[in-house]
């Protein structure tokens, strides 16, 4: 047996068990062989290269002390092959995929492209097309062009994907709700499509919308509790690249429904609206799903599960909540503390501190002088989707890439010193919002964030004459 930095992890330890003890005695990153559900699933696929890379290990030493641990257990000399130049496997095919892609930007014929590489990428990991995805965006191809590119990506990748599914996961696991939730999307879509004449059943076709449009709930899940994460590993590809084809997906949602309404609904709508959620549930399912479940750990899945009933799910419930074999749930994100808040007007006990907060009738969302979100307020009935996920994340990622050249120029304006507000209020489900920043200074008058500001005034629009105190019962 040879070891190199593609030898898988899986068929390390069909043949030499004892390794898992050994590998996770070695780096604190590798506990999550412990776990004999992430053995079958991360270590189906991963190789010692991306071992190493988790670790933050050279993949000498990893192979090194592997071959060290076998010949003590077992007398048996294992060579090593590590390539010169320290030249790793894996990110050379990146590099490679990465340059085919630009290719097919460059308007070369898909189906010579798909000859051309059909070798290279037959031992694929979903999570190198991710990051392909994130060098590109570095190199500084738009995200624009690069969401344009993901039929393309789809279309050459597929078969070389094919086989990658995701194995059975426990009911309750995020992916396992995800996934559920992509069949329930299946289902109203081929209901959409037996809707044969969309004039006499535009009652029906408009409902099977209103239920389709049910999937913001399975977008906002992600962006808010799976992206983050997989930022923080670095992994920035899929939230920048998949959000802007979310926003898609729900404005061509509402497109198909107006068009139903004004009665020029052609099927080649209802078929590009198939077509977008198809593969959308195609890129999860075998790009997202599996890189992230060869990429986070067992605790960073229950930070992930962590706030899902907040955030609402699309059509299903999950039937138990899922807790991992090893019960290590992550430290609290704040410390329980006693005793009291000396304010500028008064004294506070946190607890007080954050009932207040949670009872105001707006939203507030605080972010820090690093753009960073440091807080919201979790009250009963928030206007806009909040949860833990988002806290520590840059809030430039947290609103859509159309919006966000405004929300970066807002901040910096407050910084400058140039403004110290600013207002916007729309209409969103038949109610009226009013959303307002303010940039938070100390004393010396040093910027130290950006306190967002959303309130319904719906029914103070209503309001005239006068209420006063003594009319109240």
């Known amino acids: 047996m040879e070891l190199n930095a593609s030898s898988k992890v899986n068929d390390l330890l069909n043949r030499y068990p004892f390794l898992k003890d050994y590998l996770v005695g070695l780096n604190p990153e590798f506990k999550m062989l412990d776990n004999p559900f992430m053995r079958k699933t991360v270590g189906r696929i991963a190789s010692l290269g991306k071992v190493a890379m988790i670790g933050g290990m050279d993949v000498r030493d990893l192979l090194n002390g592997i071959a060290a641990e076998i010949k003590k257990k077992t007398g048996e000399?294992?060579?090593?092959?590590?390539?010169?130049?320290?030249?790793n496997e894996d990110a050379a095919r990146i590099e490679t995929m990465k340059n085919i892609i630009k290719e097919l930007h460059a308007g070369k014929d898909v189906e010579s492209q798909k000859k051309k590489f059909q070798e290279l990428i037959k031992d694929v990991a979903p999570w190198e097309i991710a990051q392909m995805e994130q060098r590109l965006i570095a190199e500084g191809m738009p995200e624009t062009e690069i969401k344009s590119l993901c039929d393309v990506h789809v279309q050459v990748f597929k078969e070389a994907l094919e086989h990658k599914t995701v194995p059975g996961l426990p009911a309750g696991h995020p992916v396992h709700t995800?996934?559920?939730?992509?069949?329930?999307?299946?289902?109203?879509?081929?209901?959409?499509?037996?809707?044969?004449?969309?004039?006499?059943?535009?009652?029906?076709?408009?409902?099977?919308?209103?239920k389709l449009a049910e999937i913001d709930k399975h977008f906002v899940r992600k962006e808010n509790q799976l992206f983050p994460i997989l930022e923080q590993k670095g992994v920035t590809g899929p939230s920048k690249v998949m959000w802007a084809l979310h926003d898609d997906i729900r404005g061509f949602i509402k497109d198909v429904r107006k068009r139903v309404l004004d009665g020029n609904m052609e099927p080649v709508a209802r078929q590009a609206l198939a077509k977008m959620v198809n593969d959308m549930i195609y890129k999860e399912e075998h790009i997202l799903f599996p890189m992230a479940l060869e990429t986070l750990s067992e605790e960073e899945w229950v930070k992930a599960a962590k706030g899902e009933e907040e955030a609402g799910y699309a059509w299903i419930k999950p039937d138990s909540k899922w807790k991992p074999v090893a019960e290590s749930f992550p430290p609290q994100l704040l410390a329980e503390r006693t005793g009291s808040l000396n304010l500028d007007t008064g004294q506070l006990t946190p607890d007080q501190v954050n009932l207040i907060l949670t009872h105001l009738p707006v939203d507030i969302s605080f972010v820090n002088e690093n753009d960073e979100v440091a807080y919201y307020s979790a009250s009963p009935e928030r206007i806009f989707p909040r949860s833990p996920g988002v806290i520590g994340r840059k809030v430039q990622n947290c609103h859509p890439p159309k919006s966000v050249d405004t929300v970066e120029k807002i901040l910096a304006s407050f910084k400058a010193g140039t403004k110290s507000s600013a207002e916007f209020w729309i209409q969103m489900r038949g109610r009226m919002l009013h959303i307002r920043y303010f940039a938070v200074r100390d004393q010396a008058g040093v910027y130290r964030g950006c306190l967002e500001v959303s309130q319904d005034i719906t029914e103070i629009q209503k309001l005239t004459g006068n209420k006063r105190l003594l009319d109240w019962e």
């Open 77 to 87: 000399t294992v060579a090593i092959s590590v390539k010169e130049g320290g030249v």
């Open 178 to 210: 995800l996934m559920l939730e992509n069949r329930e999307a299946e289902a109203i879509l081929a209901e959409i499509d037996k809707v044969a004449d969309f004039r006499a059943e535009k009652d029906v076709l408009l409902k099977l919308l209103d």
